[in-house]
């Protein structure tokens, strides 16, 4: 069948695109362009990749296009981006880009093309069962990218491959070396794709005037000044500025006040402020299409409140569009505008955006 591979230039993508051409398939290899600016050396990120993806498609002997999606992305994710800073939020863009840009912009290029599947690198694995289509964990567990799949839906599922969701790094890497491919060697890519290797807070503020305001402690003793709300996140013990005092522990910001523009820090990790056993979510999302269970239904799952975290016990019920949740093992920082992923076990069953917490203090 004729495939598009999404080409990021990275070698999960190459070894992706490898193995459907070694299957018999018919390959196009599509790199995406989702953000025009340059890095703080003057040059464009995404240039980098590019050649990188040609490099590889020109190897595998396949032929290769590259889109321009800069002014879809900034209309359907940035600007989500930046709202969520400004409320105090800490958004995930990446959980984004995949529902409204690789698999909805992105497939209907595909599909334009005349392809049958759209293949990416993303370390997951899909199945069907009844004739609904299931996303489910990647072999590799501290490589799963499912908790930034789970707004997808069951077009997307039916549609799309990933060729290396039974496969750990080490052997993606391997077969890269074994196969010639130029980037078997190539650092994997952290952060916000658009920011890449940039300090945040300079970036961010080329965008949201920053606002200035106290640091206090739980009691309301001031003990330093925050040089904007949206800069930090629940948790967070780096770039605090503080330096010594109090009972020589370390400073955590556990709580951000919007309202007075203030900024809670504590000593201690182990601060009651930063735990909970409650939160709520909204905005939820099902990859069956549906909730697993009706509202006012007590729903045993797991859950993950952050990407590579361990799967948590939840209990989970759902009321009028907000998921309930409860923890029988106490959840540290979590974060309003962070995703809560669901599972079943093996299967991702979707999602919800948190908006606040009940702390156990």
């Known amino acids: 069948m ?55 498609c020109e190897r595998l002997d396949i032929p290769y296009y590259s889109v321009n999606f800069a002014q879809q ?14 409320r105090g939020r800490t958004p995930n863009p990446d959980v984004l880009c995949n529902r409204e840009i690789k698999f909805d912009v992105f497939l209907n290029f595909a599909e334009q093309l005349g392809a049958e599947k759209l293949v990416t690198g993303h370390f997951a694995n899909i199945d069907r069962v009844d004739g609904e289509y299931r996303l489910l964990r990647a072999a ?22 990933f060729p290396v969701g039974n496969m750990t790094k080490a052997q993606i890497r391997q077969l890269a070396r074994d196969n010639g491919i130029p980037v078997s060697e190539k650092k994997d890519s952290t952060g ?6 940039r300090n945040f807070r300079e970036f961010l503020s080329h965008y949201l005037p920053a606002q200035p305001g106290d640091m206090v402690t739980t009691d309301g003793r001031k003990v330093g000044t925050h040089i904007g709300l949206m800069y930090y996140t629940l948790g967070q013990r780096r770039g605090l500025g503080i330096g010594g005092g109090g009972d020589g522990r370390r400073w955590f910001v556990v709580k951000k006040d919007l309202e007075n523009n203030v900024l809670v820090v504590q000593q201690g990790e182990d601060s009651p402020l930063l735990y909970t056993h409650r939160a709520e979510g909204s905005e939820l999302t099902w990859l069956a299409g549906r909730p697993p269970v009706p ?19 939840c ?32 299967v991702c069953l979707g999602g919800a955006i948190v908006d606040g917490t009940e702390s156990d203090a």
């Open 140 to 161: 590799d567990e501290n490589k799963d990218q499912t908790y930034f799949l789970y707004m997808i839906n069951q077009r997307a599922l039916s549609r799309a491959l």
């Open 295 to 313: 509202d006012g239904t007590p729903y045993e799952c797991q859950v993950r409140l952050r990407h590579r975290q361990p799967l948590q016990r």
């Open 192 to 197: 916000v794709c658009f920011i890449g290797e």
């Open 315 to 346: 209990a989970l019920t759902l009321a009028d569009g907000t998921a309930h949740m409860t923890f029988p093992d106490a959840q540290r920082a979590v974060t309003p505008g962070q995703s809560a992923v669901f599972y079943q076990g093996q």
């Open 73 to 86: 992305y900034w209309d359907r994710v940035f600007t989500r981006f930046l709202d969520e800073y400004r």
């Open 2 to 56: 004729r495939v598009v591979v999404g080409m990021s230039g990275g070698v999960d993508s190459s070894v992706a695109a490898m193995l459907m051409k070694r299957a018999g398939h018919e390959v196009i290899g599509v790199f995406m362009k989702n953000w025009e600016e340059k890095d703080d050396s003057g040059v464009c990120t995404a240039e980098r990749d590019w050649s990188d993806a040609r490099a590889v």
